[in-house]
């Protein structure tokens, strides 16, 4: 499941699995695509796009994309309309019943690949250009970035440059380690990252419907981690989440232990005042020109792909194309985010508790609300944000400035299939998501080069997550929203006033119902786990972790800035014992 677009809920694939010779724009995609009033003009080089955005999955995503798509297009039409027509011949309106029907199906099965199998047809009607910012050779100053080394013995080597990655270069080439920092992507968030970060979600979202539930997890690889696809929202951990880690790792987290190390990263981040206080400008901007100036080199393109713990130095092999480097270091600093660190850990065996690495997955459950009314600010209706204090503990809420391109793909569709829920216009659309430290855990595995996440959303969690979505509701009507959405399989939830919230109970839904996104997964390498105290791997003196996989549990909050602190203190830490 990917985000932004305009409208849809459709399987799609672009490899050669039709019968006939018909073109491209003549296929199912291309009467999908007029649906949406794109012009015929356009449409080659919208499916040449959405193409490229599909090369990179797996093999058998192509194909079961392929044989999904073979019969919508010729079964679909006979088994819900009763015609014996391809889809692709339909008129309009018997069309958008069929896209309807399949996205509001009974079998969530049938809903959710419906949504994973269109998503490159999604990315290809987005403007990817609204969302990213300036490209890293136009950052003031640039962004040096290496594309090749010298093989020799080094202080550090960080791999992965996301927020720990990032805190931790920073702090340890301030200190005057020589320290290298590596990364596998070369893109950055300005440039069209889709192939970097779409098929790893794909493959998330589609092991895990597989087992009966709607899932979304975004990742994947770029210049500045999750920065490339995300919102940087930072707020501080919450003070019973850190005494419940304090409890847990015998640490002084809660006692003012990590505090210093938060104003520095808030420092470190440039996180902003009054209405941006939580928002950063970006690790492009930040941490990663900072690790720069301080002397340290930032390698991308290179892939790590053997890790060799044994004598006075830890061996490092990365590689590009066919190049191979081989790197020695005295620490190593794992952090590749909580999805890929586990499978550095267990392909190469590192530490004692190396079989436990991938488990204990948590992740942040969350829905997202959206508004549409004229004049409507997120930071101005989001100061009025109060939960209970029996929602504290459990839930937290962020404001969205834009609706993406999956939620825009779930809303009321009208009966031709055009939705008053589109960008542009003068009313403006705002939003929240809605977030819940989830009380079931799952894990992370790689098979046959692929990354599997097993995840069930407990039932408690849906509960919770429902209850802040109805609040919200009523929060943005009394905002001045003339309607507000909340984006469900099988039937958006739409509303015009706060009666019809009343109306509304919790138990009203299944679980099964919420789509779902799984974001910040965490704590596959956890502090008292896989790790010590010091995110050291038990069983090695020399290979630390620094990413969303230490934490022993959820801060209660977006992690972000909990991991930069960490980090950075992991950074002092590292820099002492030189």
């Not at 380690?177 to 998330?204: G, M, Q, Y």
């Not at 950063?280 to 060799?308: H, K, M, N, Q």
């Amino acid at each position: 499941m990917v985000e932004g677009g305009k409208d849809t809920a459709l399987v799609c694939s672009f490899r050669s699995f039709s019968m006939s010779s018909s073109s491209h724009a003549d296929s199912f995609e291309g009467r999908w695509l007029r649906v949406l009033d794109v012009p015929e003009e356009a449409l080659e080089s919208h499916l040449e796009r959405a193409r490229s955005h599909h090369a990179p999955d797996s093999s058998i995503i192509r194909r079961l994309r392929a044989l999904a798509l073979w019969l919508v297009d010729w079964l679909g039409p006979l088994l819900v309309l009763g015609a014996w027509r391809r889809a692709r011949s339909l008129e309009r309106k018997p069309f958008v019943q069929l896209l309807r029907h399949i996205r509001e199906h009974r079998w969530i099965r049938i809903r959710v690949i419906g949504a994973l199998l269109v998503a490159p047809l999604i990315d290809a009607i987005d403007d990817e250009k609204e969302r990213n910012s300036p490209d890293t050779d136009d950052l003031e100053p640039p962004l040096d970035v290496s594309s090749d080394i010298e093989e020799r013995h080094r202080d550090v080597v960080v791999i992965g440059s996301g927020v720990g990655g990032a805190s931790v270069a920073a702090r340890l080439a301030r200190t005057g380690a020589d320290t290298l920092l590596v990364e596998r992507s070369i893109r950055s968030k300005d440039d069209d990252h889709s192939t970097e970060t779409e098929p790893s979600r794909h493959r998330h979202g589609w092991s895990n419907a597989l087992r009966g539930r709607p899932l979304s997890v975004t990742t994947g690889s770029a210049l500045g981690g999750t920065d490339a696809i995300g919102w940087n929202w930072n707020e501080r951990p919450r003070e019973a989440s850190l005494a419940r880690w304090d409890r847990q790792l015998d640490t002084n987290f809660a006692d003012g232990g990590l505090r210093p190390w938060l104003d520095d990263a808030e420092a470190l981040l440039e996180i902003g005042t009054g209405d941006d206080r939580h928002v950063d400008p970006g690790l492009t901007r930040t941490a990663l020109p900072t690790f720069i100036e301080s002397g340290g080199e930032l390698l991308a393109g290179w892939r790590v792909t053997g890790i060799r713990d044994e004598g006075e130095a830890v061996e490092v092999r990365i590689e590009r194309d066919r190049e191979i480097r081989e790197l020695t270091c005295e620490r190593l600093v794992v952090a590749a985010g909580a999805l890929a660190t586990p499978g550095l850990i267990r392909r190469h065996q590192l530490g004692s508790h190396w079989p436990r690495a991938g488990q204990h997955l948590r992740l942040h459950p969350s829905v997202r609300v959206f508004a549409r009314g004229p004049d409507l600010e997120a930071s101005s209706w989001f100061r009025d944000v109060e939960l209970r204090h029996d929602e504290r503990e459990r839930l937290a809420i962020s404001p969205i400035e834009r609706m993406g391109r999956v939620w825009t793909s779930r809303v009321p569709l009208d009966d031709d299939g055009t939705s008053a829920w589109g960008e542009g216009g003068e009313q403006s659309i705002v939003g929240a998501e809605v977030m819940v430290r989830d009380r079931h855990t799952g894990r992370i595995r790689q098979i046959l080069g692929q990354s599997l996440l097993s995840y069930a959303l407990h039932p408690d969690d849906a509960t919770d997550l429902a209850a802040g979505a109805l609040h919200i509701g009523r929060i943005l009507l009394e905002a001045g929203a003339e309607r507000v959405v909340w984006p469900m399989a099988g039937e958006p939830v739409e509303w015009t006033s706060s009666d019809e919230i009343d109306e509304c109970s919790v138990d009203s839904w299944a679980p099964e119902q919420l789509w779902v996104r799984g974001d910040h997964p965490q704590g596959t390498a956890g502090m008292g786990r896989v790790l010590d105290h010091h995110r050291r791997l038990r069983g090695s003196r020399r290979i630390h972790v620094a990413d969303a996989s230490v934490l022993p549990d959820s801060p209660g909050v977006p992690p972000r800035l909990t991991i930069a602190a960490l980090s950075l203190r992991l950074g002092e830490h590292l820099a002492s014992g030189m």
